[in-house]
T-cell receptor, first 113, second 115 residues
Framework: AQTVTQSQPEMSVQEAETVTLSCTYD???????LFWYKQPPSRQMILVIR??????QNATENRFSVNFQKAAKSFSLKISDSQLGDTAMYFC??????????FGPGTRLSVLP | DSGVTQTPKHLITATGQRVTLRCSPR?????VYWYQQSLDQGLQFLIQ???????AKGNILERFSAQQFPDLHSELNLSSLELGDSALYFC??????????????FGEGSRLTVL
C-alpha cells in the first residue's frame, strides 16, 4: 500500500521569503502522479501543483515549484516570495490509477508579516 | 469553482440521528470519492465509486454507507450519529483515465455538527 509522509506538522516563514515543505512517499509503482493541495482557512481544497512521475523535469507554477527525486521517493514544495495568502494547510498526495488517492497528514504553514 | 457540488453546506443534528450528504460530480467525471476531515486533521478516505460501482473502501464505519446513482451523483448516509462524527465531509471527482490529469476536483465540503 502507498503511504505519504509529511514530517513537518507546522512551519512559518516571513513574508517575501522562501520556504520548502517536505514530502516522502512509498510505492512500488513506476508511473503515478504526485500533488500538492492547499487548504486555506476557508477549508476549500485547492490544487497547487502536479507532477507526473515519468517526467524528469520538475513542475513549476508561478511561485510554486517542486523538487521531485524519484529514486529517493521525495517530493518537496518550494514557495518563493511567500505571501500572506499562502497561509494554509498543505497536503502532499499520491495517486496511482486503479488505486486510491492517498494524502499525507499535512503541514500547517503560517506566513508572517 | 471546481464544478463539484455538495449539499448541504452546513448541517447541525443530534446524536442518534441520520443524515444524507449529496454530491454532484463535474460533468463527465465518473469517479466520486468521499473524505472525512475532523477538526485540524488530515483527510481520511471513506469510499470511492466509479460509474455506479464501489471501487475502493477506506476506514468507513459500518454506520456509514454510500452509493452512486445512474446520473453519477452520490450520497453518503451517516446513521446513529455520534459526537465524534462531527467533521467536514468532502466529495471529490475525477474524470475517466484517458481524459485525466490525475487530480481530484473537490467540492466545498459539508460541515456536519453533531450535538
Amino acid at each position: 500500500a502507498q503511504t505519504v509522509t509529511q514530517s513537518q506538522p507546522e512551519m512559518s516563514v516571513q513574508e517575501a521569503e522562501t520556504v520548502t515543505l517536505s514530502c516522502t512517499y512509498d510505492t512500488s509503482e513506476n508511473n503515478y502522479y504526485l500533488f500538492w493541495y492547499k487548504q486555506p482557512p476557508s477549508r476549500q481544497m485547492i490544487l497547487v501543483i502536479r507532477q507526473e512521475a515519468y517526467k524528469q523535469q520538475n513542475a513549476t507554477e508561478n511561485r510554486f515549484s517542486v523538487n521531485f527525486q524519484k529514486a529517493a521517493k521525495s517530493f518537496s514544495l518550494k514557495i518563493s516570495d511567500s505571501q500572506l495568502g499562502d497561509t494554509a494547510m498543505y497536503f502532499c498526495a499520491f495517486m496511482y490509477y486503479g488505486q486510491n488517492f492517498v494524502f499525507g497528514p499535512g503541514t500547517r504553514l503560517s506566513v508572517l508579516p | 469553482d471546481s464544478g463539484v457540488t455538495q449539499t448541504p453546506k452546513h448541517l447541525i443534528t443530534a446524536t442518534g440521528q441520520r443524515v444524507t450528504l449529496r454530491c454532484s460530480p463535474r460533468s463527465g467525471d465518473l469517479s466520486v470519492y468521499w473524505y472525512q476531515q475532523s477538526l485540524d486533521q488530515g483527510l481520511q478516505f471513506l469510499i470511492q465509486y466509479y460509474n455506479g460501482e464501489e471501487r475502493a473502501k477506506g476506514n468507513i464505519l459500518e454506520r456509514f454507507s454510500a452509493q452512486q446513482f445512474p446520473d453519477l451523483h452520490s450520497e453518503l448516509n451517516l446513521s446513529s450519529l455520534e459526537l465524534g462524527d462531527s467533521a467536514l465531509y468532502f466529495c471529490a471527482s475525477s474524470p475517466p483515465r484517458l481524459a485525466s490529469t490525475g487530480e481530484l476536483f473537490f467540492g466545498e465540503g459539508s460541515r456536519l455538527t453533531v450535538l
